[in-house]
């Protein structure tokens, strides 16, 4: 079955740096877009960016637009979202999920982001 396990969330400080990593089985991870996703609490879900089987055509919110960057490795089954340049406002649950914006078919079980001096 489908299975993602996001990872590298913590705490950061403003103006800090994360990555996030997402390993994927279950499914073929290189045909599929998969997408980073995230919900801040009390909040609805907010898809973040998205990327193709082969990773030619990204999109980002414009929240994140030039602070975050998308990226996949096919033969290791993995996403990723680098984020830097953190905002408290970018304080959430991070989710990887399959597909190109919400509603998702699959999504992991998120791994938590705090931005705080």
């Known amino acids: 079955q489908v299975h993602l396990v996001e990872s590298g969330g913590g705490l950061a400080q403003p103006g800090g740096s994360l990555r996030l990593s997402c390993a994927a089985s279950g499914f073929t991870f290189s045909s599929y877009t998969m997408s980073w996703a995230r919900q801040a609490r009390g909040k609805r879900l907010e898809w973040v960016s998205s990327?193709?089987?082969?990773?030619?055509?990204?999109y980002y919110a414009d929240s994140v637009k030039g602070r975050f960057t998308i990226s996949r490795d096919n033969a290791k089954n993995t996403l990723y979202l680098q984020m830097n340049s953190l905002k408290p406002e970018d304080t959430a649950l991070y989710y990887c999920?399959?597909?190109?914006?919400?509603?998702?078919?699959?999504w992991g079980q998120g791994t938590q982001v705090t931005v705080s001096s």
């Open positions: 990327i193709d089987s082969d990773g030619s055509d990204i």
């Open positions: 999920a399959t597909g190109a914006t919400p509603p998702f078919d699959y």
